[in-house]
């Protein structure tokens, strides 16, 4: 970069990140085109008894219109939502939450209360187990973040060694 020339901060795509940055695992693409068909499958349900409502009580066809108008602007905004801002799991400077996965076990802790994190296939699917001090766990499988179970089983071992105090290795 010459001398006096300035670059606006929004500009900068590669600007080193803080070691205290919250990291945000979203939900993966395959899972959000399942939970989409699902959806559009039952709007296509909902669409069809209205139709027959429609037609055996005798109210006005733009009804109709206007219910599969709002059922598709209801799938595009949580298309959006699911590919864009819904975080499946959250890793910031005091702990982790786990959100949207059933079954997860713990879906809240703080870095001093994990004692380890790794990777561990759980019923064939990878998954990065967190184990707490008090013998809880936290199971996050892989298949369901934008994200690889190594990729993420690192992060979660770099928050929980900074959680802890320590520096990197």
């Known amino acids: ?16 990140v803080t070691p205290d940055a919250p990291s945000d695992y979203r939900v993966a693409p395959a899972l959000a085109a399942r939970l989409l068909g699902l959806g559009l499958a039952l709007l296509g349900l909902l669409v069809l008894m209205a139709t027959v409502l429609v037609a055996a009580v005798g109210l006005p066809a ?57 990777t561990r296939r759980v019923a064939g699917s990878p998954c990065v187990v967190v184990r707490l001090r008090d013998g809880r766990t936290t199971t996050i499988p892989a298949d369901v973040l934008a994200a690889d179970s190594e990729a993420l089983a690192a992060d979660v071992q770099a928050h929980l060694r900074r959680g802890h105090g320590l520096g990197p290795l």
């Open 62 to 118: 733009w009804t109709l219109a206007m219910l599969a108008a709002v059922g598709v602007g209801g799938l595009a905004a949580a298309g959006w939502w699911l590919t864009w801002r819904a975080r499946v799991v959250r890793l910031d400077e005091v702990g982790y939450r786990v959100r949207f996965v059933r079954g997860s076990g713990v879906p809240a802790a703080r870095w001093k209360d994990v004692l380890d994190a790794g």
């Open 1 to 16: 970069m010459r001398p006096g020339c300035r670059v606006a901060p929004a500009l900068l795509f590669n600007a080193e």
